[in-house]
């Protein structure tokens, strides 16, 4: 069983910050790519971020320069800090982690329950 939790979430005042965290466990070889994904209500899920195994980082254009996304491999965690945070920001934010269950087996995604954030104007 393989598990994906997000913690930080929360109501911020626009241009505010707020970091995310999230905490793969469970019974899995490794982690490829990890990712925080987003979804605003009535709106479909839109990547945020993602950071490969080896530190390869690519940002949706609507958050570069304002958020940041990092990996600590030793503890299954990736982080999400958070800047200047606008009202579009607003959204359920969800961890993925591509998870392989044994060394030369498929990479498979899992996802995190979301965490709300929401930023005020």
């Known amino acids: 069983q393989v598990q994906l939790v997000e913690s930080g979430g929360g109501l911020v005042q626009a241009g505010g910050s707020l970091r995310l965290s999230c905490t793969a466990s469970?019974?899995?070889?490794?982690?490829?790519?990890m990712a925080w994904y987003r979804q605003a209500p009535g709106q479909g899920r839109e990547l945020v971020a993602r950071?490969?195994?080896?530190?390869?980082?690519n940002y949706a254009s609507s958050v570069k320069d304002r958020f940041t996304i990092s990996r600590d491999n030793a503890k299954n965690m990736v982080y999400l800090q958070m800047n200047s945070l606008k009202p579009e920001d607003t959204a359920v934010y969800y961890c993925n982690g591509d998870m392989r269950m044994v060394r030369y087996g498929s990479a498979w995604p899992y996802w995190g329950q979301g965490t709300q954030v929401t930023v005020s104007s």
């Open positions: 950071v490969t195994s080896g530190g390869l980082i």
């Open positions: 469970g019974d899995f070889y490794s982690i490829d790519a």
